[in-house]
């Protein structure tokens, strides 16, 4: 069965702790800014959690070739470094990230770093060779 439809809100005790937001194919840098900035910080705050849990998969980056989105390591270091900020805020930095997905051998690396950089508060010098590209999408 499909699940993720925007009036799924949970079963039983978890009823109204659910919150999907489904978009549209070629959502890209706007639409998943917007969503963190609209939903998730927000419903972070509402919630107040002891800890925060991210399923981190990179399957909405530009290159994986089973989505249809055209997110940049930037944007992921974005939503990153928002939800850490959230956790830091509501619940001392209680902050787990479990990779779950993404399929780009070439790209996932680069958004993988990006997260790791923002919740961690390190950086390097590696540069993700695609960004200007992906940057550059007129639909971004």
Not at 46 to 64: E, H, M
Not at 68 to 81: K, P, Q, T, V
Not at 114 to 133: K, W
């Amino acid at each position: 069965a499909r699940s993720g439809a925007a009036d799924e809100r949970g079963t039983g005790a978890g009823e109204g702790f659910t919150i999907n937001v489904p978009l549209p194919p070629g959502c890209g840098s706007g639409a998943y800014r917007a969503v963190t900035d609209r939903v998730v910080v927000p419903a972070l705050e509402a919630y107040k959690p002891q800890l925060v849990l991210v399923s981190s998969g990179f399957d909405a980056a530009a290159f994986d070739p089973l989505s249809a989105m055209m997110l940049s390591s930037d944007d992921f270091r974005y939503m990153a470094s928002a939800v850490a900020s959230a956790a830091d805020r509501l619940c001392a930095g209680r902050l787990i990230a479990c990779h779950e997905g993404g399929y780009s051998e070439f790209y996932a690396p680069f958004c993988g770093l990006a997260t790791i950089e923002a919740m961690s508060g390190a950086s390097h010098t590696v540069v993700d060779p695609a960004l200007e590209e992906i940057q550059g999408y007129g639909y971004q």
